[in-house]
């Protein structure tokens, strides 16, 4: 009897590590190289070993200039895999760095920790660490509740143990 308890203690604890191993492994950022390729509209990259589709969204660089892309480009990116496709956060092409335009959400007078929910990949992390609770998902999306919110901004830039703060930078404080 006590044997099966340990066991199957052993079995819940094995699927939770796995659980979470695959949790972290979803929202690692990724860096390639590699050269650009389109097809049907849709972007590509190759890598010299292997091909995916790339989600640019509307990137620029720091003076608002768009990225002038043509199949053969050379670039660098950096970005979280969702379905096979890079969701770029950074794109690097001849030096140039460009980056996600992150629009104005504001719609009051509120200042502290808000989600900009366009760059949220709703990996549910931030949920996990916040010390009051006050961040939970919906449609997808983080939503940090103010009433709850204490402005400790762990959920932007971490806890200083293994927590970093948000794996794409999608929250920041107004
Ligand atoms: S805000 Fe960041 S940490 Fe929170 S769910 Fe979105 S991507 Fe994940
Ligand atoms: S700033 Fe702190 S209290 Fe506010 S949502 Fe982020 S982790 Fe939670």
Known sequence: MRKNIIGIALIVLVFVTALFAVEEAAVEVL??????MQVSGIWFLNTGTGMFGLELGTLANTEGVAPELAAGDTIKVK?????????????????????????????????GYQVNSKKCIGCNLCVK??????????????????????????????????????????????
Request: glycine share 10%; aromatic share 4%; proline share 4%.
């Open 31 to 36: 860096e390639y190289q590699g050269s650009l």
């Open 79 to 111: 970005g979280t895999m969702l379905n096979a496709v890079l969701q770029v956060t950074e794109l690097c092409k001849a030096e140039m760095v460009y980056l996600p335009i992150v629009e104005e959400e504001k719609t009051s007078d509120y200042t």
């Open 129 to 174: 660490n916040c010390p009051v609770g006050a961040i939970s998902m919906q449609k997808g999306k983080a939503v940090i509740d103010v009433t709850k919110c204490i402005q400790c901004g762990i959920c932007a830039n971490g806890s200083g143990k293994t927590w970093k703060g948000c794996p794409v930078g999608a929250i920041d404080k107004k």
